[in-house]
């Protein structure tokens, strides 16, 4: 399809262990975002990537959360040594400019 | 401390007539706000937004409005329609970060 793309849809993984959640972007959006949403609250922003340089990482909670982007393409968060409190589902968005325009369907992180 | 409330978690209305939404907001730095819509198994989409040099937005049956010294606004729908049932977010920004602040949603119900 023509939207954005995320993948795995959902991911199971034992506390400590580290994951990787990727997102595809609409082709030709040069900016992206990446969120997360825990169970009752509000999108959390985390980080912006405009191209594949990130000027804005304020939203990172800690320093196991890293995320890159492969040229105006693909992003991968990846989450090291993975706490409970990381169960989210995780939105990547997608736009030309600001603001995140579209979303995907996100990635719903359970650590056990 | 939650930056950005939808007080209300649903909203039913009958179709043709107005939908109204509201969204409050704490923090004073706020100048730029958006109201994005979520369909089931589907990640938001940006609808419309606002920046606080103005009170009023208008896009086709799309109307926000925002009262700064309130800290409030709404987004209006007439006339609402079934394909208006969704999850509506509001979120802000303040000053030149990329950082969105989003509130819980409100799932609006259009009823044929």
């Known amino acids: 399809g023509a939207g954005v793309s995320q993948s795995p849809s959902n991911k199971v993984t034992e506390k400590g262990k580290d994951v990787e959640l990727r997102c595809d972007p609409i082709?030709?959006?040069?900016?992206l975002y990446w969120y997360r949403q825990r169970l009752g609250q509000g999108l959390e922003f985390l980080i912006y990537f405009q191209g594949n340089s990130a000027p804005d990482k304020s939203g990172l909670p800690s320093d196991r959360f890293s995320a890159e982007r492969t040229g105006e393409s693909v992003s991968t968060l990846t989450i090291q040594r993975t706490q409970q409190e990381d169960s989210a589902v995780y939105l990547c968005a997608s736009s030309a400019s600001y603001p995140p325009a579209f979303f995907g369907q996100g990635t719903r992180l359970t650590v056990v | 401390d939650q930056q950005v409330k939808q007080n209300s978690p649903s909203l039913s209305v009958q179709e043709g007539r107005i939908s109204i939404l509201n969204c409050d907001y704490t923090n004073s730095m706020f100048d730029y706000f958006l109201w994005y819509k979520k369909y089931p198994a589907e990640g938001p989409t940006f609808l419309i937004s606002i920046s606080s040099i103005k009170d009023k937005n208008e896009d086709g049956r799309f109307t926000v409005f925002l009262n700064k010294s309130a800290k409030h606004l709404s987004l209006h729908i007439v006339p609402s329609q079934p394909g208006d049932s969704a999850v509506y977010f509001c979120a802000s920004r303040g000053g030149s970060n990329y950082k969105l602040t989003f509130g819980k949603g409100t799932l609006l119900t259009v009823n044929p």
């Open positions: 082709s030709g959006h040069t900016a």
